[in-house]
């Protein structure tokens, strides 16, 4: 298996600007987690699906966030506007929702720079 | 919620075992102890789990308290790709929001040739 698959891996863009960054969980994992981390506030959890529904999106900072599951094999995180505050490397994790070892699988990390 | 306390950082000899601890002593009856690792420039990966009696796997042990207050993930011979920041998770066994994984600043180990 490749992993989870995430992308672009780095991102610049301006102020304003529309961002999409995108997720492919491992095949047959039907959990899926988007986490922020930041040198000043760590690791964060944003949200989390089971079964491609959102169960919590507490740690969405703000209406700019949004994202969605459409399908099983795919998870966007869209931020609009951007802000240079949002400057980041986002992650995304994918488990399997059964099994006891609740082993969460993460991506490479997308860098994201807004100037 | 349930926090963990570690050390800001540890230095290691290659070759060496390493003992990183992690304090948690206001843990309850269903917390799993996890760790975690984030390897330079990745995202982090997972390195073992417990609830009560001590674990091994094939990249590390985790020995923990009887009275379940602290555990210790040990590397029992340390390599310089071990090197990164490693993090102590409790995560609440009945799931739901409470049962996810919730990073705090871990501790960052530096292995020496």
């Known amino acids: 298996d490749a992993g989870v698959i995430q992308s672009p891996r780095h991102e610049v863009t301006e102020m304003g600007q529309e961002v999409t960054l995108r997720c492919k969980p491992i095949s047959g994992h039907n959990s899926l987690f988007w986490y922020r981390q930041t040198m000043m506030r760590g690791l964060e959890l944003l949200i989390y699906?089971?079964?491609?529904?959102?169960?919590?999106d507490s740690g969405m900072p703000e209406d700019r966030f949004s994202a969605k599951m459409p399908n099983a094999s795919f998870s966007t995180l869209k931020i609009q506007p951007s802000e240079p505050r949002d400057s980041a490397v986002y992650f995304c994790a994918s488990r399997k929702l059964a099994g006891d070892t609740y082993e969460q699988y993460f991506g490479p990390g997308t860098r994201l720079t807004v100037t | 919620d349930a926090k963990t306390t570690q050390p800001n950082s540890m230095e290691s000899n290659e070759e060496e075992p390493v003992h990183l601890p992690c304090n948690h002593s206001?843990?309850?009856?269903?917390?799993?102890i996890h760790w975690y690792r984030q390897l330079p420039s990745q995202g982090p990966e997972y390195v073992i789990h417990g609830l009560t009696s001590n674990v091994n796997n094939r990249m590390a042990s985790l020995a923990i308290a009887e009275d379940r207050k602290s555990s210790t993930l040990i590397l029992h011979r340390a390599t310089l790709r071990d090197a990164a920041v490693y993090y102590c998770?409790?995560?609440?066994?009945?799931?739901?929001?409470?049962?996810?994984?919730?990073f705090g600043k871990g501790t960052k180990l530096s292995v020496k040739p």
């Open positions: 206001t843990i309850s009856g269903t917390d799993y």
């Open positions: 998770i409790l995560r609440d066994g009945y799931g739901g929001s409470q049962g996810n994984l919730i």
């Open positions: 699906f089971n079964n491609n529904v959102p169960i919590d």
